[in-house]
């Protein structure tokens, strides 16, 4: 197909560039920006690499955000075409991260050649933060990179992750914030014993129900205009010897996660956590683990360009949503960024026969560059 868009994206889909690995997909879009002058860092860490890039040297950053990694395929014979030989049927490409999101990348930087052919003095910079390493665990990808940004002083004025965030139809919805994520490693101390001798025994699994009960029966907060209320999810219980029936267990562990909104953070749970398990009179120990702070891009510029534009080539105006998984959106609030998530249809996101519309990518190519033109040559 005669599209640089779909092009790109067919070239970095048939590299199965499973996360962490990037396998040589940034190499193909270093190459691209190299014809443009892009200042280049790669900035890799451990099994992670991870490139910054950005054209222009003053004014205000506009930075792009995305990722080469892609999720497992799963078993390749349950898809109609080799997900990683990208297929065109019927106006769709087929391929796993056709959606998720080697083609929201190709379409950012489509259409950042397009704009800095038409605009090669522009003021502002365009920036460019690609990692392989948001399928997996984020540790040495988007986060790290920002933290090195911060320790240079360096400014991200407004951020677009390339995510796909659109539902029905593209660019129905903006995530304009995402809820935190903590989870909560629980051990209950109890006294091992014999089942007919339950009296000289205390069973962690009898102790700790009315706990688990009010755990996830509390009402945590009301959310807020932006957020749902915070939820939680008990993923694991585990306790017991073997399959032996007289023996009750002296440990139990439970596994917990939080999701979480801007009326509360780690502190505030792991003291109601604590509070609760206190009430019970558990014997305990606790360990957390924060994924992802809940980040928030209040009303303002970059949503109403963005929202602006969206309605002028789709004919309506895009919904904002909090809702999903964790991005990494929530690094780049740190860095102090209006922070916004938009990119293609999340129908086929992470399934088999990933596949994403090939105009609709066209036309985000558009937005994209519209949002270049109207951000960077004030
Ligand atoms: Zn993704």
Known sequence: MNCPIIQLAQQLIKIPSISPNDYGCQKIIIDRFKKYNFLIEIMSFNDTTNLWAYHGKQGKTLAFIGHTDVVTAGV?????YNPFIPTINNGFLYGRGSADMKGSLASMIVAAERFINTFPNHIG???FL????EE???????KKVINELIA????????IVGEPSSN?????????GRRGSLTAKLTIKGTQGHIAYSHLANNPIHSSLPFLNEL??????????FFPPTSVQIFNINAGIGNSNNVIPGELVILFNFRFNTELNEEKISKKVKTILKKYKLDYKIEWSLSGHPFLTKKNELIDIT???IKLHCGYHPKLLTDGGISDGRFLSQIGAQVIELGPLNKTIHKINECINIIDLQQLSIIYQQIMQKILLI
């Open 168 to 176: 029905i139809k593209l660019g129905d919805i903006i995530k304009h």
């Open 307 to 309: 929202s602006k534009i």
């Open 125 to 127: 910079r365009l920036a």
């Open 136 to 142: 997996s665990k984020a540790i040495n990808g988007t």
């Open 76 to 80: 390749i014979k349950d898809w109609s």
């Open 152 to 159: 240079r002083n360096e400014q991200i004025d407004y951020c």
């Open 130 to 133: 690609i990692t392989s390493d």
């Open 216 to 225: 996830i029966n509390k009402k945590w907060d009301n959310g807020n205009i």
